[in-house]
């Protein structure tokens, strides 16, 4: 499985880009940002786009992603849970904010045909299963764990401290790699409390939950650019070989 990193940080700024991660050229893992595709080519091989929640950073790169399939004669399918297609529905795609983007350029062929996801179950998605599976943030969202015939991705989405989706990778058959994001420093923590998102320390009790097997890599994602610096120097210095901290740009075979 190919893991190409277009943007990884939890807010934009100079230098930094939100996230969206892009699966086998094919499958795109939320879409903050779409600015890193080198044009038409690379964006007329993606199909499908899977979100893990509403908030801005995650879908900011879809209505023009949407628009240049479009014109393409292709389209997008959106996955998410009934609760993040409803957050579009209503204060983005509603005419107002952008236009009802399920109806045009055609109702018959539109740039986004929304897909919904029933938590715990898993859907097919060329050559790869997908299954959403909820974690703790501030709004309803997902992880998922997303599988080919060799190797699992597990992508934690925005989250707190959470259980679900660590026992649904203790269960997973061939899980190679965990993304986690990581939003705030240590000293942060009550901010990342009321926000629901993980500091290092709160990352180390996350992975006590999971059966961390020989070769598996956990990749960092979601850093607040503010604090990158800060943040960067608190991973370091858990001492973790197999820890990433992503870059725009990277590419990983998994």
């Known amino acids: 499985m190919r893991l190409r990193v277009l943007g990884c940080y939890g807010a934009e700024a100079l230098g930094y880009k939100s996230a969206a991660f892009l699966i086998n050229d094919l499958l795109l893992v939320d879409a903050g940002n779409i600015n890193s595709l080198s044009g038409a080519d690379e964006i007329s091989g993606i199909r499908h786009l899977i979100l893990s929640h509403a908030h801005l950073d995650h879908i900011k790169g879809l209505p023009f992603l949407a628009e240049q399939l479009a014109e393409g004669g292709k389209g997008l399918e959106v996955f998410g849970t009934e609760e993040t297609l409803s957050s579009l529905r209503q204060h983005i795609f509603n005419g107002s904010i952008w236009p009802d983007l399920s109806k045009l350029p055609t109702p018959q062929n539109p740039a986004i045909r929304y897909m919904k996801m029933l938590e715990g179950v898993p859907v097919a998605m060329s050559r790869l299963s997908v299954k959403a599976v909820p974690v703790n943030h501030t709004v309803p969202t997902v992880g998922f764990v997303i599988s080919d015939d060799g190797s699992s991705i597990l992508y934690s989405g925005d989250t707190w401290t959470t259980d679900r989706i660590w026992e649904e990778a203790n269960n997973t058959v061939n899980l190679k790699g ?45 850093l607040k650019p503010p604090f990158v610096d800060e943040i960067k120097r608190e991973i370091c210095e858990l001492k973790m070989d197999n820890l990433v901290l992503l870059e725009e740009g990277d590419v990983f075979e998994v």
């Open 178 to 222: 965990l993304m986690i994001e990581v939003s705030y420093p240590n000293r942060l923590k009550e901010r990342a409390v009321i926000t629901r998102h993980l500091t290092p320390l709160l990352l180390t009790e996350e992975l006590r939950k999971i059966d961390l097997k020989n070769g598996m890599m956990i990749f960092i994602y979601h």
